[in-house]
């Protein structure tokens, strides 16, 4: 892994995520510092939480509460790496299914093979 990049290992493209929401990746930005961004379909922004990971290459994890439920069933989970200057923060983002929207008061799933 290079100095610059920002990786996302959870959640995955299209996860059904539920509340607590886990967000785990590796890579930093200026002094390790990331933003974890979580919207909504329509772009508004539910929650933003800081994340410090021990260096510029580094496993990251975080835990975040989700509104209950969120406004929409489909959001983003935006990962953006500080810079430390003036300019657009490198940034991935993952789309999601939120598992309480879909489901009020659903804290997991179970998948079932037949």
Same mark, same amino acid.
């Given at each position: 892994?290079s100095? !610059? *990049? @920002? ?7 299209? %996860? @059904?995520v539920?509340d &607590?929401?886990l ?7 200026? *002094?390790? !510092?990331?933003?974890?961004?979580? @919207? %909504?379909? *329509?772009?508004?922004?539910?929650? !933003? +939480? ?10 990251? $994890? !975080? $835990?975040?509460?989700? &509104?209950? &439920?969120?406004?929409t %069933?489909?959001g983003?989970? *935006? ?5 430390? +200057?003036?300019?657009?923060p490198?940034a991935?983002?993952? &789309? ?13 799933? @179970?998948?079932?093979v037949?």
């Amino acid at each position: 892994m290079s100095r !610059t *990049e @920002l990786r996302v290992d959870q959640p995955q493209p299209n %996860d @059904l995520v539920f509340d &607590p929401l886990l967000v785990a990746g590796s890579g930093g930005g200026f *002094e390790a !510092t990331l933003v974890v961004r979580v @919207l %909504d379909a *329509e772009g508004n922004e539910l929650l !933003t +939480a800081p994340v410090t990971a021990r260096n510029l290459i580094s496993p990251w $994890q !975080t $835990q975040l509460e989700l &509104p209950e &439920p969120p406004p929409t %069933d489909r959001g983003v989970v *935006e990962v953006l790496s500080s810079t430390g +200057a003036d300019e657009s923060p490198p940034a991935v983002s993952v &789309p999601v299914f939120f598992g309480t929207a879909i489901v009020p008061g659903s804290t997991s799933y @179970l998948l079932h093979v037949v």
